[in-house]
């Protein structure tokens, strides 16, 4: 994004109602709340407080409260290409959700917005550095989103991006992977060690990405390369800190079939780890259902079938996990 400076500007301020019981006590205020005293409107919390319970209260005497909407602005404007900056403050991320809860589209926008950030900044950066903050965001307001809403997925399903690139696979990866984990009962705590392994699985193909990204088949040394992925994956999660076990082996594992064709260890059912069964079914479910240039895109109910019935896979992955895909 760049830095806009306005000059000589009639501005006009437009303001809307603000749900407030999108909020909670401990929330951080995702936006200026404004209150309307005769013809003008007061700030009475800054974007950025978190609520106390004084500050709660406060706003719960409040007859109506508005949010800033955006600015008209009237004359022309100049724009500078100085330094770029984040638009997404993750911080404020899950009670900003929490306000647009009806508006899918707005909701997945945000979502892959923040996903980008954190997958543009760690491909530049030469210390591979994951702004594990953000991940935190990401994944807490997804869960939230799946546990209010049952039948969520299969209302997005149709607006997810259709890339194969490792930033918005990552997302959906992560969205089915926490799709499986509420319906399976896991803990919130659980399902945040899940959701790390599924939005960081492939972050190792930084290291090959000259392979990945290449259009055309892979030569046999090539394909060989791509397989070592996983372990470039775990090696990055260490240098970010990420040492849980759970997390780790889920990453590593990621590739690995229940009959021992997988790699990088030709692990056999019993030795492939709950997450890593569930990261492996999401992870082909999303290539089979995306676009990729030298082969077909598939329907989710092809993409289901064939992973339950193809000689090539019935008898890869845990069926049970396949079959909560789209419960």
Do not use: W
């Not at 009806?102 to 994951?130: G, Q």
């Amino acid at each position: 994004m760049k830095i806009v400076r306005m000059t000589n500007l009639n501005i006009k301020k437009s303001y809307t109602l603000f749900d407030i019981a999108s909020l909670e006590m401990g929330d951080v205020v995702p936006l200026d709340i404004y209150i309307k005293q005769s013809l003008s409107y007061i700030i009475i919390i800054e974007a950025g407080t978190m609520l106390s319970e004084k500050l709660y209260q406060l706003l719960q005497k409040q007859e109506a409260v508005y949010t800033l909407d955006e600015l008209h602005m009237v004359d022309g404007i100049e724009e500078e290409s100085e330094e770029e900056k984040h638009s997404i403050d993750c911080s404020v991320l899950l009670t900003t959700i929490k306000h647009e809860k009806n508006d899918f589209k707005k909701i997945l926008k945000l979502l892959y917005e923040a996903n980008n950030y954190i997958f543009d900044n760690f491909l530049h950066d030469k210390n591979n550095k994951i702004d594990l903050i953000c991940v935190e965001s990401i994944i807490h307001s997804i869960i939230f989103l799946l546990q209010k809403d049952e039948h969520y997925l299969k209302e997005v399903m149709p607006i997810l991006q259709n890339d194969y690139k490792v930033a918005v696979h990552s997302f959906n990866v992560l969205l089915y992977a926490i799709h499986i984990g509420c319906r399976l009962n896991f803990s919130d705590i659980k399902l945040l060690e899940l959701g790390k392994a599924a939005l960081l699985h492939d972050v190792g193909k930084k290291k090959i990405c000259d392979v990945v990204d290449k259009s055309g088949e892979l030569s046999l040394e090539e394909i060989e390369l791509t397989k070592e992925h996983s372990k470039y994956s775990v090696d990055i999660l260490k240098e970010n800190n990420i040492r849980d076990i759970v997390i780790v082996k889920a990453v590593m594992q990621h590739h690995e079939r229940y009959d021992g064709s997988g790699y990088p260890d030709n692990l056999l059912q019993d030795e492939i780890t709950d997450f890593a069964s569930i990261l492996a079914v999401c992870d082909v479910f999303d290539a089979l259902t995306v676009y990729k240039p030298n082969r077909k895109r598939h329907t989710t109910f092809e993409a289901l079938t064939i992973m339950l019935k193809d000689s090539s896979m019935r008898n890869k992955f845990n069926k049970a996990y396949i079959k909560l895909l789209l419960v």
